[in-house]
């Protein structure tokens, strides 16, 4: 089993859309159900880490979280390296990782 490693850029970018839905709906249960969305795919990844799809960044892959979310990373041994946490309405150009 790989080990999840969030980056610093991602916790936060995840943390800030957790915060939009929060005060966008006025309630904690979308981004409740995020999380649980987010925990699901974690899981499923550090079983086996090769199911993401590959993206267009050379190493990095990514698995869909709800439709509207992505969670971005790359494998280093036995560490998966979360690298971004985004939303897939915004433009695939802005991403940095």
């Given amino acids: 089993m790989f080990q999840i ?3 610093r850029k991602a916790l936060l970018s995840f ?3 957790l915060r939009y839905w929060n005060v966008h709906n006025s309630s904690e249960t979308y981004s409740r159900k995020l999380i649980s969305e987010v925990e699901k795919k974690e899981k499923l990844i550090s079983q086996n880490p ?3 799809s ?3 960044i050379k190493g990095v892959k990514y698995v869909l979280i709800d ?3 992505s969670l ?3 494998i280093h041994e036995e560490v998966v390296e979360v690298l971004a946490f985004w939303d897939n309405r915004r ?3 802005n991403i940095r990782l």
Wanted: hydrophobic share 25%; aromatic share 24%.
């Fill in 91 to 93: 433009n695939p150009e």
């Fill in 54 to 56: 590959p993206s267009e």
């Fill in 15 to 17: 943390a800030d859309i």
């Fill in 67 to 69: 439709k509207n979310f």
């Fill in 50 to 52: 090769y199911i993401g």
């Fill in 72 to 74: 971005y990373y790359r």
């Fill in 5 to 7: 490693k969030w980056t």
